[in-house]
C-alpha cells in the first residue's frame, strides 16, 4: 500500500473540474486523480495536462453506478487506504445512488483530510426567496439526510404539480438543488463530527464564482483557473488547520447560512 497521499476530483474532466485538476496537480504533494464518466474523455484531459508537464491519474467514475463507484473505492482502498482529499465537482441529485456515493465516500475509505462540494451561491439567494418555514427547515441544526431528501422530493412533486411557488419553493429548480447540495455539505460536517471526531477532517461547501464554463456560457466573469481558486484553497487547508468545517465558503470567505 502506498504512503503517498491522494487527491480525487469529480467530474473533472473539464470546466471547473479540470482546472481544479490542473491546481492541485500544481500544488498538492501527493497523486491527483481526474474522474469522468466517460474514459475517452477523462484520457483525453490527462493527456491535456500532461502536455502541460503536469501528471494527474485517471480512473473512470460514475456517481449514477453503483459499480462504478465500488470500483473506485476498492481501488484507492488497495492502492493508497483511502483518499486524503475529495472535491465533489459532479452534479448532485437526490436519488438514491447519488446519496450511496457520499456515504461510500465520506465514511467507508476518507483518510483524515479534506472534503470540498461544488455548491453555489445561488444556494444562499434561493434560500432567501423560500417561505420562512422553509428556511428554517434548511437553517436547522439538526436537519437529518433522510428529511433533506423528502424536501427534495417534495420540491419535484411541487413543481410537475405546478404548485411550488404556492408551496413556498422559489421558481428555480437549480437554485433550489444547490440549497440540497449546501445543506447536505452541513449535514455531513455533522455527521464527521459525532463519528469521526478527532479524525481532522474539514467539510465544507464552496462557491466558485460565475465561471466560464459550457454551462455559464463566455460572459462569465471568472475563467475556470479563477474559480478553481476556492475549492483548492479548502482542499489544501492546512493539517494543522480547525476549520472552517461544515461552512458555506465563496472567495475563501465564510459566508452567513
Request: hydrophobic share 40%.
Amino acid at each position: 500500500m502506498s504512503s503517498t497521499p491522494v487527491a480525487v476530483v469529480t467530474g473533472s474532466n473539464k470546466g471547473i473540474g479540470f482546472a481544479i485538476v490542473r491546481a492541485l496537480c500544481k500544488q498538492f504533494q501527493g497523486d491527483v486523480f481526474l474522474t469522468a464518466r466517460d474514459p475517452g474523455k477523462g484520457q483525453a484531459a490527462v493527456a491535456k495536462l500532461q502536455e502541460e508537464g503536469l501528471h494527474p491519474f485517471f480512473h473512470q467514475l460514475d456517481i449514477d453506478d453503483l459499480q462504478s463507484i465500488r470500483a473506485l473505492r476498492d481501488f484507492l482502498k488497495e492502492k493508497y487506504g483511502g483518499v486524503n482529499v475529495l472535491v465533489n465537482n459532479a452534479g448532485i441529485a437526490f436519488k438514491g445512488k447519488k446519496l450511496i456515493f457520499w456515504g461510500v465516500i465520506c465514511f467507508s475509505f476518507l483518510l483524515p483530510g479534506r472534503v470540498v462540494n461544488v455548491s453555489s451561491s445561488i444556494s444562499i439567494s434561493s434560500l432567501a426567496r423560500c417561505s420562512k418555514e422553509l428556511q428554517q427547515k434548511f437553517r436547522s441544526d439538526t436537519i437529518t439526510e433522510e428529511e433533506l431528501v423528502k424536501l427534495m422530493t417534495k420540491f419535484v412533486e411541487d413543481a410537475k404539480k405546478n404548485t411550488h411557488e404556492k408551496e413556498g419553493w422559489p421558481n428555480t429548480a437549480y437554485g433550489v438543488s444547490k440549497i440540497g447540495v449546501t445543506v447536505l455539505s452541513r449535514i455531513q460536517a455533522r455527521m464527521i463530527n459525532e463519528k469521526r471526531k478527532g479524525d481532522h477532517i474539514l467539510l465544507n461547501a464552496c462557491c466558485p464564482g460565475w465561471v466560464r464554463t459550457d454551462m455559464a456560457g463566455p460572459k462569465a466573469l471568472k475563467s475556470p483557473d479563477e474559480g478553481a481558486e476556492t475549492p483548492v484553497y479548502l482542499a489544501l487547508l492546512p493539517a494543522d488547520a480547525n476549520g472552517p468545517h461544515g461552512q458555506f465558503v465563496s472567495d475563501k470567505t465564510v459566508q452567513t447560512w
